[in-house]
């Protein structure tokens, strides 16, 4: 049985890592899929080599890492063009038992993660209904322009749960961050984000992620990739609804947006 990881983006599983750490203690079988592709070859093989070594510090071998999107042309922001074939994909990459999958959360903060939620959820449901957990990595609920909340899990997404860290355990995580130096400008802004509602919450939260969510908007109001990323809503609704269609998807598409 594995804990498959479906993850839009090289560094995304930085913010999984108190899971990934706990799951490691307990000897379970991990599977990361990455799923987009990039245009630039040079930054996303240099992209895919920070993942495999930071990974590698956590015990976990580049044979449980898959790049599912090399040389598609699934480009990075633009997964919500290719979810059919990513989905196809996703399934033949995870041939085996699976006992419980974690996504980026679905909330609203980048187009990708909220694809891949979809992505997951389907899995899981196709797998024989296995739980997933879903790690938050940034929202804009309520706020203007680009501002966000790093790594704050919505209300929206039900019950929240935690995991209690040691201040040497909540060091290694933040120091963690410099196994990807080419995305020093990314966690240069979300890294001081993250030290802020750690300080507040004063523990790692993540939730469990209940299909009919996919069904519903991730909040109300603007969502922060419409404003940041100039990606609207009916278009992510457009493409995880159109994983739907087969019947198999365990989410309701809405009849209109709200």
């Known amino acids: 049985m594995t804990v498959v990881y479906v993850l839009a ?16 203690a307990e000897s379970r079988d ?16 240099r992209r895919r080599r ?9 015990g976990i071998p580049a044979t449980s890492q898959i790049h599912l999107g090399t040389g598609t042309g699934w480009w990075d922001g633009e997964l919500h063009r290719h979810v059919g074939p990513a989905y196809e994909a996703l399934k033949a990459a995870v041939p085996g038992p699976v006992e419980r ?24 449901a196709e797998r024989g209904g296995v739980p ?10 309520g706020l203007p322009w680009i501002f966000y909340r790093a790594c704050r899990p919505l209300a929206e997404n039900g019950p929240v749960r935690t995991l209690r860290l040691s201040a040497r355990e909540w060091l290694s995580w933040l120091a963690a961050v410099r196994a990807f130096p080419s995305q020093l400008k990314a966690w240069s802004g979300l890294l001081p984000g993250m030290i802020w509602t750690f300080a507040r919450q004063g523990d790692f939260r993540y939730q469990g992620l209940d299909s009919g969510r996919i069904g519903r908007p991730p909040h109300d109001g603007g969502l922060l990739y419409e404003r940041m990323f100039r990606t609207p809503y009916a278009v992510v ?12 998807a365990p989410w309701t598409p809405p009849k209109s947006l709200t």
């Open 9 to 24: 983006h090289f560094d995304d599983e930085y913010l999984a890592l108190p899971l990934i750490r706990r799951a490691v």
């Open 101 to 124: 999958v974690v996504t980026p959360a679905w909330e609203g903060g980048h187009p990708d993660h909220d694809i891949c939620a979809a992505l997951g959820v389907k899995l899981a």
């Open 50 to 58: 920070e993942t495999i070594a930071f990974l590698a510090a956590q």
């Open 132 to 141: 997933v957990d879903q790690i938050c990595l940034y929202q804009g609920k």
């Open 30 to 45: 991990h599977l990361f899929v990455h799923v987009v592709d990039y245009r630039n070859p040079k930054m996303g093989a």
């Open 237 to 248: 609704r457009a493409a995880v609804d159109s994983l739907a269609a087969d019947g198999k």
